[in-house]
C-alpha cells in the first residue's frame, strides 16, 4: 500500500504558475504509474496528467498540454506538476494517484491509491 501527500496547491492570477508535489510513502514508490486528476465543484474527477514508472512515457489532458509538466523523482519518492500559463477554468482540487500498471492512464478506476488534494484557484 502506498500514502499518497499532495502540496503546493494556493491562489494565483491567471497567466501565474504553480507546482504541485505528490510525497509518497509505503511500497517502493518506482512500482506505480503516477496521474494528477482535478475535480471542480459540481464536475466529475478529470484526468490531468499521468507519468510511467520510469519517466519514459508522459500523456496529457489535450486542455493542459503545453501549459503542465508531470515530473518524477524517484529517489525522492515524489511526483510533480508545474502548472503554467494558469486558467480561470484550471481551478480545482487537484489529486495524485497511483497505479501498480506499467503505462499511463486517464482512466479513474485504473488507479488504486489517492491523495487527499489540494485546492487550486485561479483567479482573473
Known amino acids: 500500500q502506498v500514502h499518497l501527500v499532495e502540496s503546493g496547491g494556493g491562489l494565483v492570477q491567471a497567466g501565474g504558475s504553480l507546482r504541485l508535489s505528490c510525497a509518497a510513502s509505503g511500497r517502493t514508490f518506482s512500482s506505480y504509474s503516477m496521474g494528477w486528476f482535478r475535480q471542480a465543484p459540481g464536475k466529475e474527477r478529470d484526468f490531468v496528467a499521468a507519468?510511467?514508472?520510469?519517466?519514459?512515457?508522459?500523456y496529457y489532458a489535450e486542455s493542459v498540454r503545453g501549459r503542465f509538466t508531470i515530473s518524477r523523482d524517484n529517489a525522492k519518492n515524489t511526483v510533480y506538476l508545474q502548472m503554467n500559463s494558469l486558467k480561470p477554468e484550471d481551478t480545482a482540487v487537484y489529486y495524485c494517484a497511483a497505479r501498480t500498471g506499467w503505462g499511463t492512464s486517464d482512466r479513474v478506476y485504473e488507479y488504486d491509491y489517492w491523495g487527499q488534494g489540494t485546492q487550486v484557484t485561479v483567479s482573473s
Open positions: 507519468i510511467s514508472r520510469i519517466s519514459g512515457s508522459l
